[in-house]
């Protein structure tokens, strides 16, 4: 199948439909700039994605391949072994917010664009649930684990091809621009997998969800 390209995805653009902010004080500084970004904003906001389902090719001894190229991951492994067709994904904010930092603190425009990222990776797990009948949509995400590092979006860059169409670009280190941009594999039945749980980052402020060291060592060991 051809890559789909969905440029713009519309989201909602609402402080109190946003998931991020659901917990922020809506009396702090803070929040009211950021209801203020957003009332000033909204034609600028142009969040999108690029997709290509793939066939699971090969699960074997700790590799995957996919459209002919092997990731060598034992989560991966673990995780898609039961699969035989998967999204590979890259969705971005974009940068069009960028523009307003000068006029507001940069530091309060980057939380909003983390917020429009989240939102938009929701919506992206939102059509491909809808369209192709997926459900319990996990994501394995390059770099998020030492078993499956940043250097693999080459890979996912290869097969994707052309992802400029979004504007989105792989540095030589292997991070993406613009900032607020994620890749990654969708696969469905495994809504409760989360990277937290196989981190070993015990003290992470981020952290979500305990580490589960009896799964750490039954996939990693
Ligand atoms: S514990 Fe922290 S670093 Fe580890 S996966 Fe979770 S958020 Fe990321």
């Known amino acids: 199948m051809e890559k789909i390209v969905l440029n713009p995805i519309k989201i909602a ?7 991020v902010f659901k917990d922020f004080h809506t009396d702090s500084k803070t929040y009211k700039t950021i209801i203020e970004i957003i009332e000033n904003t909204g034609e600028m906001i142009k969040s999108r994605a690029i997709l290509k389902w793939c066939n699971v090719e090969k699960v074997e001894q700790g590799c995957v391949t996919l459209m002919g190229q092997t990731f060598v991951s034992k989560l991966l492994f673990d995780k898609l072994r ?3 067709k998967v999204f590979i994904n890259i969705v971005t904010a974009g940068d069009e917010l960028d523009a307003v930092k000068g006029k507001y603190p940069a530091s309060v425009v980057d939380i909003l664009k983390y917020a429009i ?3 938009t990776r929701n919506e992206v797990k939102k059509y491909v649930s809808e369209i192709f009948g997926y459900k319990d949509i996990a994501e394995l995400c390059p770099g998020s684990l030492p078993d ?4 693999n979006n080459r890979i996912l860059f290869e097969i994707i091809n052309n992802v ?8 030589k280190d292997c991070f993406m621009t613009p900032l607020n941009t994620v890749s990654g594999i969708l696969y469905h039945g495994d809504k409760d997998y989360i990277n937290c749980n196989l981190c070993e980052k015990i003290s992470c402020i981020g952290r979500k969800k305990p580490f589960n060291k009896i799964e750490y ?4 060991s």
Not at 13 to 19: A, F, G, P, S, V
Not at 217 to 220: A, D, G, N, Q, S
């Open 117 to 119: 990222l989240m939102e």
């Open 148 to 151: 499956w590092p940043v250097e």
């Open 164 to 171: 400029g169409e979004i504007g989105v670009t792989l540095k």
């Open 82 to 84: 039961q699969t035989e």
């Open 217 to 220: 060592l039954r996939i990693f």
């Open 13 to 19: 653009y609402e402080i109190n439909e946003m998931e």
